[in-house]
Nanobody
């Protein structure tokens, strides 16, 4: 089982940037597909971005394309979410999650087996 811990959240003005980090325990981190999701108050958890084990393929939600970038460093057991041009509607708790490399639909929460505790991102207008 993989344990995940996010960091890097905070309060930022609209137009600003943040980089979220997620550190994973376990020697098999490099096998997993990794994803970032977010959940705003009163809303369902939604897909933000995902990256396969090698880092050679990524996917981003339409709402963040061109602004957010997911990446990973398997040597450090880390996955990152670089967030630029932040908007107030990006305000949410952000979670990283891991999934089996054979998983098909990387945009669904049910695909992911392990979740971090989340980190709050607040964007002021």
């Amino acid at each position: 089982q993989v344990q995940l811990v996010e960091s890097g959240g905070g309060l930022v003005q609209a137009g600003g940037s943040l980089r979220l980090s997620c550190v994973a325990s376990g020697r098999t981190f490099s096998r997993y597909t990794m994803g970032w999701f977010r959940q705003a108050p009163g809303k369902e958890r939604e897909f933000v971005a995902a990256i396969i084990w090698s880092g050679s393929a990524t996917g981003h939600a339409d709402s963040v394309k061109g602004r957010f970038t997911i990446s990973r460093d398997n040597d450090k057991n880390m996955v990152y979410l670089q967030m630029n041009s932040l908007k107030p509607e990006d305000t949410a708790v952000y979670y990283c999650a891991s999934a089996d490399p054979s998983s098909r639909d990387r945009t669904q929460t049910s695909t992911y087996d392990n979740w971090g505790q989340g980190t709050q991102v607040t964007v002021s207008s």
